[in-house]
């Protein structure tokens, strides 16, 4: 994969939550580069400060509860010194994210429609016919059947997978250059999980799209990732390309998250990170 | 993996929590509790020694010294019959609380008998039970409390069971939530799968169960019935006026007001807010301690 | 929504047929007979003459016929008359309840008003200054007797500093103006909505929290959208809801209330006749006053739940559109 500038650049990142004798070191001196078009994936078991990297590189961290050193930088921006307007113009427009559990993530009182006319009339300065017609692409766009009846409904009338993909199309008819998905699988069965990566895969490729993947899952990470960043209580242990990481893990606790996937193999001789690999990219090539 | 995360060796900060000295210590260090406890021991020294330390009795009428204003030999003033309102204040404080305490208790046992029943009872029977209920909620309790009052001669014992009688409604809905998600819980299906009788696991469980959120709930049904017993008294619908209770210091304040006897309105009324807003604090307390998710202020 | 609509008036049934029950048994239970209150004490008549008398009046039927009888009584109108005065009762509590609905429309709508504004900000700035001031407050009305409060006002600004009447909705031997019936209002309407206004407070800044915790709201905000719009549309309307709910089933807390504030201002309302007849034992006024309270109340929180349902899209898409 070409790495070219990177587009978003985390520079020795720490988080600490609480403080005195409370305080929780979350993530530790955390360095990674995100290039154009390029997708990271960041593993590890819950609780390893995986989720907190997320919500420090949108600034979504409560700053009362919460103190970030180091220097996170998108598109050659210092993003930690921004003030709430430059957060907005960046939020969403620039900057999407999908959140762990679809149904929640969507105001309950609203259409799902209503929610994506009002982001697209305040990012993109569109009128509401315009912005419709916008919001029922980008639901189609992810594979949505009916797009305007889906418009429609409200986040409780849909299963969770076709929230989740509704929660794609949302993010996406921005037009980000970067996404954040932390966990987007871990509330959805097997079949709405594949569906999942299959339309993440294919609008990561239409639009050139830089994600940073952040899961639990190996499986979604083989399948998305070009590199693969694995960490534990809020270092980073180890990083390279998934293949080499997958196929030749230089750390135990990787190679303890790679055997602890469960797999239907019929060759116990191939190592377990091999057909994890080869598993899961056969698929997306098919 | 669980090998991996023991060998750092730290405890997640949530299971700390779970032992019983360190819920104590959470409970104490509460600023809810930390203003609300201190006042209750004040109160309860108050109401148990305080008679002993005042000079003057309760009924001690002194004609030289009508409606007089708080100095330093009334502290907080006289009443039209020259009795010391410090004083009356403190038997008050007996009287207004034991009434409270007594008529929650009635309604606590009242309350989970029929919660219990309904709980456990068929579902038909629970429907019936519950739909009485939110009717008997929908009406203004002090209405049927001023309704049952207007029959019959005023006495300690009764204003007791109408206040007990009116709000034991509250922790009927309690039990009977605890009981139903009691039986719905995986590991009491499997003792009746297994066998168990269904009384005798509801009785052996429920109480460690329900026993928390129990406690809350008493805590601040003791100051609700501070406030009720206050009002009938104020009324004259409640302890007999010959008692002192706060209510009945107030009714007579109320007497005395146009006469400018501001004492006499200023500090029972004081009494009965700093009590039940210390209950209150320490029932917050325990209800973030109950139920973490719920956090201060509701 | 039709359908819901009469799923719940039939819920309402149970509540009203109680309700009357209770005026009933207050009816019933009154001490001495109706016959003799009606012609002034039993020995002015025969035994055979008071049968009789009792006999034309009903009173022979059994319990239920005479409960039948009654409430048909009732639901047409007939409420009896006044044992004090003689008045028709259906006309005393006729004017009553326009009083009271006044004075609890006013205080009412200053609660909800109040809360939501010091609710909100409470629960937006946690743990501030403002929000310790707030909820302070909060919990020191939530402990004040609606009663002792009155007392308090009457004490300050009619006996000390004379700017306020303290009783009454008129002054008598005054000319009756909107002036001086505003200036009645304003300390019991005061006092209402310093009293009750406590729990409201806590309700709406618990809700406010919770919206700001929850996962939509940081979604819409991890969307960059601008202040205004996560006000109108993510917290005022998320945590509008339980604020409603709160509101019908704390009515009759809050209408207990009142009937003790109209008391202590000898205000001319249902809570005042009802607290007179309740000590003075005028049972007729008393029953009158037990069914209209009670049907407010079961009105009031009918219209609350509709409201909640028609701000829940789950129950109008369940009801369909209608």
Not at chain 2, 15 to 26: D, E, G, I, N, V
Request: glycine share 8%; hydrophobic share 50%; aromatic share 8%.
């Amino acid at each position: 994969m070409t790495v070219k500038t990177p587009l978003l650049s985390i520079n020795e990142l720490s988080v600490t939550y609480g403080s005195g004798t409370d305080a929780v070191k979350a993530v530790r001196n955390l360095s990674c580069d995100i290039g154009c078009a390029e997708v990271v994936g960041l593993v590890g078991e819950s609780g390893s400060g995986k989720s907190t990297v997320a919500q420090a590189i949108l600034g979504l961290l409560d700053s009362d509860n919460s103190a970030i050193s180091g220097r996170i930088e998108f598109s050659a921006d210092n993003v930690l010194a921004y003030d709430s307007a430059q957060w907005r113009a960046v939020r969403g427009s620039r900057i999407g994210m999908l959140f762990q559990s679809p149904e929640s993530s969507f105001n309950p009182v609203t259409t799902i429609g209503e929610q994506m006319l009002e982001s697209l009339c305040w990012h993109k300065a569109l009128s509401k016919a315009q912005a419709k017609t916008a919001a029922i692409k980008a639901l189609s766009d992810v594979g949505m059947p009916r797009p305007d009846e889906v418009f429609h409904h409200y986040a409780f009338e849909l299963s969770g997978g076709m929230c989740q993909r509704a929660a794609l199309a949302l993010a996406m008819s921005l037009q980000p250059s970067l996404l954040l998905a932390d966990e987007p699988t871990a509330s959805l069965d097997v079949v709405a999980q594949a569906e999942l990566v299959r339309w993440m895969g294919r609008v990561q490729k239409q639009r050139q799209l830089a994600m940073l993947v952040i899961s639990h899952d190996l499986n979604l990470i083989a399948r998305l990732a070009d590199r693969i960043l694995v960490m534990y209580q809020g270092e980073i242990l180890e990083q390279g390309p998934t293949r080499s990481v997958l196929e030749n893990p230089q750390h135990d606790y990787t190679r303890a998250l790679i055997n602890a996937v469960p797999r239907l193999t019929k060759y116990p001789s191939i190592s377990a990170g091999e057909s994890l690999y080869q598993a899961n990219t056969e698929e997306v090539q098919s | 993996m669980d090998a991996l995360s023991t060998d750092k060796g730290q405890v997640p900060e949530y299971f700390r929590y779970h032992q019983k000295t360190a819920l104590l210590r959470t409970f104490l260090r509460h600023p809810m509790t930390r203003v609300g406890l201190p006042g209750l021991l004040i109160i309860a020294i108050a109401a148990v020694l305080g008679p002993l330390l005042v000079p003057y009795g309760a009924d001690e009428p002194d004609l030289a010294a009508i409606f007089a204003v708080p100095s330093w030999s009334h502290w907080l003033g006289t009443d039209q019959l020259g009795r010391d309102l410090l004083a009356r204040l403190l038997e008050g404080a007996q009287v207004s609380l034991s009434v409270a305490i007594i008529a929650t208790l009635f309604a606590t046992v009242l309350g989970c008998l029929y919660g219990f029943v309904a709980g456990m009872g068929p579902v038909w029977l629970d429907r019936i039970m519950m739909q009485f209920l939110d009717t008997l909620l929908s009406i203004p309790v002090l209405l049927l409390v001023i309704v049952a009052q207007a029959f019959g001669e005023s006495s300690v014992l009764k204003v007791i069971a109408v206040i007990g009688l009116a709000s034991w409604m509250g922790t009927a809905r309690l039990m009977r939530t605890e009981c139903r998600r009691l039986m719905a819980a995986d590991y009491i299906s499997a003792a009746l799968v297994g066998g168990a009788s269904q009384f005798r696991l509801a009785i052996t469980h429920l109480l460690p169960n329900a026993a928390a959120p129990l406690l809350v709930v008493v805590t601040v049904g003791v100051g609700q019935a501070v406030l009720i017993e206050s009002t009938l008294s104020f009324l004259n619908l409640g302890v007999p006026s010959t008692l002192p209770s706060w209510g009945n210091l107030l009714g007579n304040g109320m007497s005395s007001l146009l006469g400018g006897a501001w004492w006499m309105v200023l500090f029972p009324g004081l009494m009965i807010v700093f009590t039940v807003a210390s209950i209150n604090l320490v029932g917050d307390g325990l209800r973030d301690i109950v139920d973490p998710k719920r956090r201060a202020g509701l | 929504m039709l359908r819901y609509l009469a799923l719940r008036f039939g819920s309402a049934i149970p509540q009203l047929l109680l309700i009357s029950l209770l005026a009933f048994i207050v009816m019933k239970a009154a001490p001495g007979s109706p016959v003799a209150s009606l012609v002034g004490g039993r020995e002015f008549m025969s035994a055979t003459d008071f049968e009789r008398v009792a006999g034309n009046l009903g009173l022979n039927e059994p319990l239920y016929t005479q409960y039948l009888t009654w409430l048909s009584n009732v639901l047409t109108g007939n409420w009896g008359y006044s044992i004090k005065d003689g008045r028709a009762v259906s006309e005393v509590i006729w004017v009553a309840t326009l009083n009271t609905g006044l004075l609890i429309g006013i205080a009412g709508t200053g609660i909800v008003l109040i809360s939501l504004l010091m609710g909100y900000v409470a629960g937006r700035w946690a743990q501030s200054p403002v929000d310790y001031a707030v909820s302070g407050l909060a919990h020191i009305s939530f402990a004040t007797p609606a009663f002792w409060l009155a007392l308090l006002f009457i004490l300050l600004f009619s006996v000390e500093l004379d700017w306020l009447p303290s009783s009454g909705m008129v002054t008598l031997g005054q000319p009756d103006t909107w002036h001086t019936r505003l200036l009645h209002l304003v300390l019991p309407v005061l006092t209402i909505i310093l009293a009750h206004a406590g729990p409201y407070i806590r309700l709406v800044r618990g809700s406010v929290r919770d919206v700001l915790s929850s996962d939509y709201y940081r979604a819409a905000v991890a969307r960059g959208l601008p202040r205004r719009i996560l006000l109108w549309r993510y917290e005022l309307p998320n945590a509008l809801t339980p604020f409603i709910t709160w509101c019908g089933v704390s009515l009759p807390l809050l209408v207990g209330g009142t009937f003790v504030v109209e008391w202590v201002f000898s205000w001319p309302g249902i809570g005042q006749l009802f607290l007179k007849s309740a000590i003075g034992k005028n049972y007729t006024v008393l029953m009158a006053a037990v069914l209209v309270t009670g049907v407010m109340v079961i009105l009031g929180n009918l219209i609350a739940d509709l409201l909640v349902a028609w701000l829940n899209p789950k129950i109008r898409r369940q009801y369909g559109r209608a």
